[in-house]
């Protein structure tokens, strides 16, 4: 029995601006007992991004079975909102 499924019975959850981002939301869905992978979107020999419509600038996806999605998807918001009210409460406790 293999460990994934075939494409076709997975979902992009995220896409990720960098590397570090991909590793850090994968560790985070795994930690939670989501199932997750991460599939690169660097060209190949060129080591850029792929640059098509909505998906310019990302560097990976992050894909997980689609049984896992709504927890996954909940686990990311969670962690980015987290990430981004670390930074506004620092920046509201610093001096004028």
Known sequence: MPIWPPPGDVVVVHGAASEFEAIAIRDLLETAGV?????????????????????????????????????????????LAALTGGADAGEEDAPP
Do not use: F, H, N
Not at 57 to 74: F, L, S, T
């Open 35 to 79: 199932r997750a992978m991460i599939r690169s979107r660097v060209v190949p020999g060129y080591g850029v991004p792929t640059m098509a419509g909505d998906q310019a600038g990302v560097v990976a996806e992050i894909i997980v079975p689609p049984e896992q999605k709504d927890e996954a998807c909940a686990l990311i918001a969670d962690y």
